[in-house]
């Protein structure tokens, strides 16, 4: 599953990945394009951290990363 979040910002960021992530079924992954510095390196790892998900962050180009989140 994708979600573009491009143009928001926190706290609109991470509450756009928990509404994707609870129609996302076990096993699959969210794939979170997102150009706001403070989700992309700090609240959305947090949030997966928490929730105890995996997350992995990379830098795609300047300002605009792609986050990979996968659901045990």
Do not use: Q, R
Request: charged share 20%; with cysteine; proline share 6%.
């Amino acid at each position: 599953m994708n979600l573009d979040i491009t143009g928001k910002v926190c706290p609109f960021c991470v509450l756009s990945v928990d509404k994707a992530l609870k129609t996302l079924p076990a096993g699959e992954s969210l794939v979170v394009l997102c150009d706001h510095a403070p989700a992309a390196t700090a609240s959305i790892p947090e949030y997966c951290d928490i929730k105890k998900l995996n997350c992995a962050v990379n830098l795609k180009e300047s300002g605009l990363w792609e986050i990979t989140i996968s659901k045990n």
